[in-house]
């Protein structure tokens, strides 16, 4: 029995295509408990900004099947295979032809840190440059009194914590993109990215809490997530004005958000933050969060003469 390895782009418009792509996502969920494709994939992907990729091994036996699944483009690639075929060398192999089109410097996710992705990404140049941690928290509970509390809640210096208005779009993102100038994927988001995460299934406009300053000016926000049944709430992104800082603002958004997701049900919230961003590791271990995983991101960076380098 012979068994080849190839790479193709599938149409996501097919059905019977695209199920076979997600199939492999899917697989890799049950078997390692989190997705391999982040947000920003997936909506990538069915946007059209970056393109699928399926590796599929055709057999005697079995013909062809969908082992592997990426997704590329915009300077960032994501691989994940079958945990069915791993340990076969199916990922280095479909690693090196996807590189052989690469183009530039390339980024990519190791969700949950696996050892197969570290022992890839150290085989082909990619060396790690961020780490992610995702951290979970204890029982939450809403309080007695706590029905509307969350939706308008007066803070001191005359901040107010209230729901996500029409007409708020320009000045978040605005916000957002000074909040995170530095972060290389929650920082460039667009009006267009916004909406279309409100377009989801799982948005409400009351998970949605902005921090108004006594002028109205936005100067903070909680965005959390309460999927459908869903046991465990997100803090999606949280974020304060750097022009508004030491004030506990982000504290009293993070507590309305954790207030809010109790009232939706949640028995605990998730959250993922940038390892090194000591001020706020310290501020959710205050409030009883610990680590659960992390999420490690690989570069792999070409010199101007086209060599990989190490630095």
């Given at each position: 029995?012979?068994?080849s ?5 599938p149409d ?8 076979g792509?997600?199939?492999?996502a ?6 390692d408990?989190y ?7 997936r909506l990538?992907?069915?946007s059209?900004r970056?393109?699928?990729i ?5 057999s005697?036996?079995e ?8 997704i ?5 690639l ?19 032809g996807?590189?052989?089109t690469?183009r ?5 996710w190791s ?8 022992v ?8 790690p440059?961020?780490?992610l941690l ?7 509970s809403?309080?007695a ?5 969350a939706?308008h ?16 779009e ?5 916000l957002?993109a000074?909040?995170?100038e530095s ?13 279309a995460?409100?377009?989801e ?16 000016r936005?100067?903070?926000?909680d965005?959390?997530?309460a ?25 009293a ?5 954790l ?10 919230a ?12 310290r501020l959710y271990h ?7 995983t ?5 570069r ?11 630095h």
């Amino acid at each position: 029995m012979s068994d080849s390895l190839r790479l193709s782009v599938p149409d996501l418009a097919d059905t019977e295509q695209a199920t076979g792509f997600f199939r492999v996502a899917d697989a890799a969920i049950d078997v390692d408990g989190y997705d391999p494709f982040n947000e920003q994939a997936r909506l990538d992907v069915h946007s059209g900004r970056r393109t699928p990729i399926v590796a599929t091994v055709w057999s005697e036996a079995e013909h062809s099947r969908p082992i592997g699944a990426a997704i590329v483009g915009r300077g960032e690639l994501d691989l994940v295979i079958d945990p069915l075929f791993r340990g076969k060398g199916y990922g280095s192999v479909a690693l090196r032809g996807l590189l052989a089109t690469a183009r530039g410097n390339l980024t990519a996710w190791s969700h949950g840190d696996h050892p197969a992705a570290r022992v890839l990404a150290d085989h082909h140049g990619f060396l790690p440059v961020r780490r992610l941690l995702q951290l979970r928290s204890g029982p939450l509970s809403a309080s007695a009194d706590a029905t509307g509390r969350a939706s308008h809640a007066r803070h001191r210096d005359g901040v107010t914590i209230e729901p996500f208005r029409d007409g708020d779009e320009d000045e978040w993102v605005e916000l957002n993109a000074r909040i995170f100038e530095s972060h290389p994927e929650q920082g460039r988001l667009t009006v267009d990215d916004l909406r279309a995460r409100q377009a989801e299934p799982w948005y409400e406009a009351k998970d949605f809490l902005i921090a108004r300053d006594q002028h109205g000016r936005i100067v903070g926000y909680d965005w959390v997530k309460a999927e459908p049944d869903a046991v465990d709430g997100e803090i999606y992104v949280l974020g304060v004005d750097p022009a508004h800082p030491g004030r506990g603002t982000g504290r009293a958004l993070l507590l309305a958000g954790l207030e809010r997701l109790a009232e939706r049900g949640r028995t605990t919230a998730t959250v993922s933050i940038e390892a090194d961003d000591s001020s706020a590791v310290r501020l959710y271990h205050q409030l009883g969060f610990t680590e659960h995983t992390v999420d490690v991101q690989y570069r792999r960076r070409i010199d101007s003469d086209g060599a990989f380098s190490t630095h």
